[in-house]
T-cell receptor, first 113, second 113 residues
């Protein structure tokens, strides 16, 4: 079963705009991770945020985590056409190891040049 | 440096046939994972290897699925008596140790006709 659910399912924006994707999850977590996938193939790890962190930055990426609402958001600033991909949130089981990640269904982001 | 390599990249097989999917992890990575991704879904965990042993195979859907990693490096996912519902992208990932960042391969797209 899916632990995380991304919202929206699809997002289309113009180059230069910001893109925000949300993820809701059901059970307690010790961390939440965001991945990117191009053309339905290999996944690339973007960022990990721990349950005791509220916000984390990496380049043009900003991730927030609200454990009281069981939700996270991924913001991509100044988007580029090359950011077009599917984005997934993923969580390991609470108290468990990172290998057994549960992924959401993803948000398909299209950045138009 | 070489990343995780999966072969073949695409495989079409007839219902009822046996298939083997290969994963070459990054050299020196002790942890290896298999995930399966159906169309429009996020990846789902299948099995995790630490070294040569399957530390957690709880995600394998049934006994038609089996995976090995005899020398602690290359892994093979084996599917017997394939069914159309097995059609998916099979993703392999490896990490230096269990709780470190996982690097995914490009996947094998399996189509059962």
């Amino acid at each position: 079963s899916q632990q995380g659910e991304e919202d929206p399912q699809a997002l289309s924006i113009q180059e230069g705009e910001n893109a925000t994707m949300n993820c809701s999850y059901k059970t307690s977590i010790n961390n939440l991770q965001w991945y990117r996938q191009n053309s339905g193939r290999g996944l690339v790890h973007l960022i990990l945020i721990r349950s005791n962190e509220r916000e984390k930055h990496s380049g043009r990426l900003r991730v927030t985590l609200d454990t009281s609402k069981k939700s996270s958001s991924l913001l991509i600033t100044a988007s580029r056409a090359a950011d077009t991909a599917s984005y997934f949130c993923a969580t390991p089981p609470d108290g468990g190891s990172n290998y057994k990640l549960t992924f959401g269904k993803g948000t398909l982001l299209t950045v138009n040049p | 440096g070489a990343g995780v390599s999966q072969t073949p990249s695409n495989k079409v097989t007839e219902k009822g046939k046996y298939v083997e999917l290969r994963c070459d992890p990054i050299s020196g990575h002790t942890a290896l994972y298999w995930y399966r991704q159906s169309l429009g879904q996020g990846p789902e965990f299948l099995i995790y290897f630490q070294g040569t042993g399957a530390a957690d195979d709880s995600g394998l859907p049934n006994d038609r699925f089996f995976a090995v990693r005899p020398e602690g490096s290359v892994s093979t996912l084996k599917i017997q008596r394939t069914e159309r519902g097995d059609s998916a992208v099979y993703l392999c990932a490896s990490s230096l140790m269990m709780n470190t960042e996982a690097f995914f391969g490009q996947g094998t797209r399996l189509t059962v006709v």
